[in-house]
T-cell receptor, first 111, second 112 residues
Framework: DAGVTQSPTHLIKTRGQQVTLRCSPKSGHDTVSWYQQALGQGPQFIFQ???????QRGNFPDRFSGHQFPNYSSELNVNALLLGDSALYLC??????????FGQGTRLTVV | SQELEQSPQSLIVQEGKNLTINCTSS?????LYWYKQKYGEGLIFLMM?????EEKSHEKITAKLDEKKQQSSLHITASQPSHAGIYLC????????????FGTGTKLQVIP
């Protein structure tokens, strides 16, 4: 049983560009959350998707958007990249009120 | 997050020693999670606590949630090099929807 898978593992982008990160949830999970983890910090909640809708959102600008597909996989899009967007982006999946399983993350570097 | 404070920020212990990491919330918790993270990698779930006074153990790791549900501790007995990593506590303040507010983490090094 595959756990949460994220792609790509590493990415380098230039300021002002746009990026799309992908996440496949653990089998049987229907809810996907995205987190941003800056170096030396704990993960910060970006948003959560359930039934293809954004259910909750953290304190992130509209440059951060997402999507969930009918197979429960999800994408995180970031427009107009800033140097401060450099971070590890983590995807977590759940079903109901159970512990969240995390992927290995995508390391985004903005230069 | 200011809502959730972890201490200490870092810890260096000799193999075989016991250690405790604390997590304090500024408001009542619905649930409290403990995760472990290797540098630059994903989070590994350790334990979830929901009831005041609850205590759970897994191998040599024990976590407790106090009666007021505002503080949790993670205790490792007879530490091993495999315990090294970053320990993160995460708070569920609303229940049911899995939005987790994380502390800044405790970096643990175990010296053989």
């Amino acid at each position: 049983d595959a756990g949460v898978t994220q792609s790509p593992t590493h990415l380098i982008k230039t300021r002002g560009q746009q990026v799309t990160l992908r996440c496949s949830p653990k089998s049987g999970h229907d809810t996907v959350s995205w987190y941003q983890q800056a170096l030396g910090q704990g993960p910060q909640f970006i948003f959560q998707y359930y039934e293809e809708e954004e259910r909750q959102r953290g304190n992130f600008p509209d440059r951060f958007s997402g999507h969930q597909f009918p197979n429960y996989s999800s994408e995180l899009n970031v427009n107009a990249l800033l140097l401060g967007d450099s971070a590890l982006y983590l995807c977590a999946s759940t079903r109901g009120y159970t512990e969240a399983f995390f992927g290995q993350g995508t390391r985004l570097t903005v230069v | 997050s200011q809502e959730l404070e972890q201490s200490p920020q870092s810890l260096i212990v000799q193999e075989g020693k016991n250690l405790t990491i604390n997590c304090t919330s500024s408001k009542t918790l619905y649930g409290l999670y403990w995760y472990k993270q290797k540098y630059g990698e994903g989070l590994i779930f350790l334990m979830m606590l929901q009831k005041g006074g609850e205590e759970k153990s897994h191998e040599k790791i024990t976590a407790k949630l106090d009666e007021k549900k505002q503080q949790s501790s993670l205790h490792i007995t007879a530490s091993q090099p495999s315990h090294a990593g970053i320990y993160l506590c995460g708070a569920d303040y609303s229940g049911g929807y899995q939005k987790v507010t994380f502390g800044t983490g405790t970096k643990l090094q175990v010296i053989p």
